[in-house]
């Protein structure tokens, strides 16, 4: 771990982001617990850094949510130290309007990026600059939440390993909505001419040939990553539980439905049989051309739904990944604290994963999960975060934590928005 390039955020300015007006944090390289009471902001704070590190707010469905209620601008700055350089991460939300932001006014905001002080076109700048690696209460959802959830989760984690996996998904979806609308097109003239037919097929080659491009990199990443989270599933269980994954191709056809298709010369029926999932074994088998076509065949069997609909229904915005353990559904048969513990094996899995591919000691974000950990849970996570990694956590509470978590860490105190360092917690 001593080889690593360690990543350490030395500088924290907030204002007007969620609750804080002004908040300025110089944390320890180590260890950093954020107290308060709930509902007072600490899980801002660490939203603040993943926004900054990922240009996405997990619990926000649009940016204007960040931006403090009566505040009509939001200014997020971090300074960071990567590989021996300090660099800066800079993030201004800003009405057009100059009306004070509410839920009513969305559409008149603006956003602007620096990194190290220049202006940037999109969020895609801030990929494998800041490298964060969050565990929250929400990523339960990783297992029983919808599809999108865990879509989102691998994506991210692609993102950050590869460079190019962002502009790849941009133009996945740009992509896609050309062919809704094309879609759209067909469904509101009530006809589907050979034309039609011509294009549509060109469209469904094109999301074919860049959606098997995404699966493939998702597919590659759980191929590292699952055998990775089923070590560390199987110490945490104490060896009575085997966790596996599968990918899911989601489509009617798939999943036994009977649409009607065209037959031709582009069609296998071998194929078909794979589009209801790959398994673990199969993950480092699978061309991306063989992927490519069976998307294509997927898309020729809805076709008529899709039209109806108006919407892509296959591809890999679609798909899925599901979790068993011991062969059943761990979001349908799963107790919490097993699901609990299958989602730690999994940012287990992402911590290590991020070290091996960029060398370096990623920021860890332990938003108030730590306290929720049994003993066990504590040492394997302690044992991955060694002493080597500035991590932040959030808790209201300091009864159930390790004393080795206690022992070399910076204290700070929030209460209703305002943050200060302490030099003893405050017993709770």
């Known amino acids: 771990m001593d080889s690593l390039s360690k990543v350490r955020i030395t500088k924290i300015c907030l204002e007007n982001f969620r609750n804080y007006e002004h908040a300025l944090?110089?944390?320890?390289?180590?260890?950093?617990?954020?107290?308060?009471?709930?509902?007072?902001?600490?899980?801002?704070?660490?939203?603040?850094?993943?926004?900054?590190?990922?240009?996405?707010?997990?619990?926000?469905?649009?940016?204007?949510?960040?931006?403090?209620?009566g505040a009509d601008t939001m200014k997020l700055d971090i300074s960071f130290e990567a590989e021996g350089m300090i660099e800066s991460i800079s993030i201004f939300l800003k009405?057009?309007?100059?009306?004070?932001?509410?839920?009513?006014?969305?559409?008149?905001?603006?956003?602007?990026?620096?990194?190290?002080?220049?202006?940037?076109?999109?969020?895609?700048?801030?990929?494998?600059?800041?490298?964060?690696?969050?565990?929250?209460?929400?990523?339960?959802?990783?297992?029983?939440?919808?599809?999108?959830?865990?879509?989102?989760?691998?994506?991210?984690?692609?993102?950050?390993?590869?460079?190019?996996?962002?502009?790849?998904?941009?133009?996945?979806?740009?992509?896609?909505?050309?062919?809704?609308?094309?879609?759209?097109?067909?469904?509101?003239?009530?006809?589907?001419s050979t034309s039609d037919k011509e294009q549509l097929k060109t469209w469904d080659i094109q999301v074919a040939k860049a959606g098997s491009e995404i699966v493939k990199e998702r597919l590659n990443l759980m191929a590292q990553l699952i055998p990775i989270a089923e070590k560390h599933h199987e110490r945490i269980s104490g060896k009575r539980e085997k966790l596996t994954s599968e990918y899911v191709f989601k489509s009617k056809s798939a999943q036994g439905g009977s649409q009607n298709h065209e037959h031709d010369e582009d069609d296998d029926d071998a194929l078909r049989e794979k589009m209801k999932s790959f398994n673990i074994d199969d993950l480092r088998n699978a061309e991306t051309k063989e992927i490519a076509k069976i998307i294509y065949l997927m898309l020729r069997d809805i076709r008529a739904e899709e039209i109806a609909r108006r919407q892509t229904l296959i591809g890999p915005h679609r798909d899925d990944i599901s979790f068993h353990l011991d062969g059943k559904s761990a979001m349908n048969f799963g107790s919490q604290g097993q699901q609990r513990s299958l989602v730690l094996s999994l940012k287990l899995a992402e911590l290590e994963s991020v070290r091996a591919a960029l060398n370096e000691q990623p920021v860890l974000l332990l938003d108030d999960v730590l306290a929720e950990l049994d003993l066990l849970r504590q040492e394997v996570l302690m044992e991955m975060v060694g002493s080597g990694m500035q991590t932040f956590v959030t808790t209201t509470h300091l009864s159930s934590f390790k004393p080795e978590w206690l022992a070399d860490s910076q204290f700070f105190n929030v209460e209703n928005g305002c943050l200060s360092a302490v030099r003893e917690p405050i017993p709770r």
């Open 95 to 192: 009405s057009k309007t100059g009306i004070l932001l509410s839920n009513s006014v969305t559409a008149s905001l603006q956003r602007e990026i620096k990194v190290n002080g220049v202006k940037q076109s999109s969020t895609a700048a801030l990929k494998r600059r800041l490298i964060v690696v969050s565990f929250k209460s929400q990523d339960l959802n990783i297992v029983r939440g919808g599809p999108a959830f865990r879509r989102d989760w691998i994506d991210i984690l692609l993102c950050n390993l590869r460079a190019s996996t962002a502009g790849r998904l941009q133009q996945y979806q740009k992509i896609v909505a050309q062919r809704n609308r094309l879609l759209k097109m067909i469904s509101e003239s009530g006809r589907f």
């Open 25 to 69: 944090l110089e944390p320890h390289s180590f260890g950093n617990i954020i107290l308060g009471e709930n509902a007072q902001g600490k899980s801002n704070l660490l939203e603040a850094i993943e926004y900054a590190a990922t240009g996405k707010a997990y619990r926000a469905a649009k940016d204007f949510e960040l931006v403090r209620h």
